[in-house]
């Protein structure tokens, strides 16, 4: 009876660990999330915000590929100054410092554009 119990209580530590590891890697995890897949010609703006509580360093990831036309990724504070401007078709990541208990805004805007984005916040 005991032994069962024993097991039993590992197995459902075993779970509970694997649930936070999943949880760890999920799109739920991230301050801000901006992706898209334009197949024809467009002009456009995709506009988010997040507000930092407990961090003071962000990391944000990009991967884009651009087939046609121009494709812009600003980081802003809440004042509007630019914090970065993130590099496009690559594969980019960067850690950046910022404010605790502010507001940001990313901001992806494309003209003419033909491709695919994916920015990441976390």
């Known amino acids: 009876m005991k032994k069962n119990f024993i097991i039993i209580l590992i197995g459902?530590?075993?779970?509970f660990?694997?649930?936070?590891?999943?949880y760890s890697q999920s799109?739920?995890?991230?301050?801000?999330?901006i992706k898209g897949s334009i197949h024809s010609t467009t002009s456009n703006a995709s506009l988010t915000t997040f507000h930092t509580?407990?961090?003071d360093t962000i990391v944000i990831s990009a991967n884009s590929t651009i087939e046609q036309g121009s494709l812009t990724i600003t980081l802003t504070d809440e004042s509007g100054a630019v914090i970065t401007d993130i590099d496009v078709d690559t594969n980019y990541s960067e850690l950046i410092q910022v404010k605790k208990n502010k507001d940001?805004?990313?901001?992806?805007?494309y003209q003419d554009f033909i491709g695919?984005?994916?920015i990441k916040c976390k």
């Open 12 to 15: 459902i530590i075993f779970i």
């Open 17 to 22: 660990g694997l649930g936070i590891f999943f």
């Open 27 to 33: 799109d739920f995890t991230y301050l801000a999330i």
């Open 53 to 55: 509580t407990r961090k």
């Open 104 to 109: 940001y805004k990313l901001l992806v805007s």
């Open 116 to 118: 695919d984005y994916e």
